[in-house]
T-cell receptor
Framework: DAGVTQSPTHLIKTRGQQVTLRCSPK?????VSWYQQALGQGPQFIFQ???????QRGNFPDRFSGHQFPNYSSELNVNALLLGDSALYLC????????????FGQGTRLTVV | KNQVEQSPQSLIILEGKNCTLQ??????????LRWYKQDTGRGPVSLTI?????NTKSNGRYTATLDADTKQSSLHITASQLSDSASYIC????????????FGSGTRLLVRP
């Protein structure tokens, strides 16, 4: 049983470019949440997807957008990259957006130069 | 304000020794509290999850306690091993329609031989 998988594991982009990160949830999970984790900090909530819709959103600008597909996988898109977007991006999946265990992927390390 | 604060920020101990990490929270209404272990550059892995009615929960050499009255939790690591070197993150779930996870900044533990 595969856990949460994210791709790519590492990525280097230039300021102003756009990036797409991908996440496949744990088998049986239908809810995907995305987090941004700066070095030495705890994860910061970006948004959550359930039933192919954005259900909740953290304090992130519109440059951050996402999508969930019918198979529950999800993408995180970031436009007009800034140097400050460099971080570890984590995806977590759970069974419905409720009070259940959340499992994290290994993350995508994004470096903006 | 819904916050999770952890102490100490970092900790260095010798292999074989015990240590205790602290977590104080102001999240309300409270649903559950989780401790995650995060290796550098990797996604968090769940250690324990406790609801309001649970005072203690163990996972091998890890024992978490919860005092819901004082809104405090601790994670005790017994007979530390080099592989325990990681960040330990306390996460509190808010009991509302969002079941939002609120993360602490983590305690960075280094176990030295």
């Amino acid at each position: 049983d595969a856990g949460v998988t994210q791709s790519p594991t590492h990525l280097i982009k230039t300021r102003g470019q756009q990036v797409t990160l991908r996440c496949s949830p744990k088998s049986g999970h239908d809810t995907v949440s995305w987090y941004q984790q700066a070095l030495g900090q705890g994860p910061q909530f970006i948004f959550q997807y359930y039933e192919e819709e954005e259900r909740q959103r953290g304090n992130f600008p519109d440059r951050f957008s996402g999508h969930q597909f019918p198979n529950y996988s999800s993408e995180l898109n970031v436009n007009a990259l800034l140097l400050g977007d460099s971080a570890l991006y984590l995806c977590a999946s759970s069974v419905t957006p409720g009070n259940t265990e959340a499992f994290f992927g290994q993350g995508t390390r994004l470096t903006v130069v | 304000k819904n916050q999770v604060e952890q102490s100490p920020q970092s900790l260095i101990i010798l292999e074989g020794k015990n240590c205790t990490l602290q977590c104080n929270y102001t999240v309300s209404p409270f649903s559950n509290l989780r401790w995650y272990k995060q290796d550098t550059g990797r996604g968090p892995v769940s250690l324990t999850i406790m609801t309001f009615s649970e005072n203690t929960k163990s996972n091998g050499r890890y024992t978490a306690t919860l005092d819901a009255d004082t809104k405090q939790s601790s994670l005790h690591i017994t007979a530390s091993q080099l592989s325990d070197s990681a960040s330990y993150i306390c996460v509190v779930t808010r009991m509302d329609s969002s079941y939002k996870l609120i993360f602490g900044s983590g305690t960075r533990l280094l176990v030295r031989p």
